[in-house]
């Protein structure tokens, strides 16, 4: 037997996975214009090594907009 809402279930998995890959790929390709631009300008370098240098629970803290 099987699940009458299987069809609907992949569906949306589907969607999500797409969704999210596509927020990964934004993501990366933010994350690569601020690398070229930290080659140019000194101040994307030191706030790139300030974002990498930053556990991740005091990154969400400190650039909250609360």
């Not at 969607?15 to 140019?40: A, D, G, H």
């Not at 030191?46 to 991740?56: E, N, R």
Request: hydrophobic fraction near 40%; include cysteine.
């Amino acid at each position: 037997m099987t699940n009458t809402y299987s069809c609907e279930l992949t569906k949306k998995l589907t969607l999500t996975f797409i969704l999210e890959n596509i927020e990964y790929r934004k993501k990366c390709l933010f994350l690569q214009e601020i690398i070229s631009m930290s080659k140019e300008n000194e101040i994307w370098r030191h706030a790139l090594a300030a974002f990498f240098d930053t556990p991740a629970s005091s990154f969400s803290q400190a650039f909250s907009k609360n």
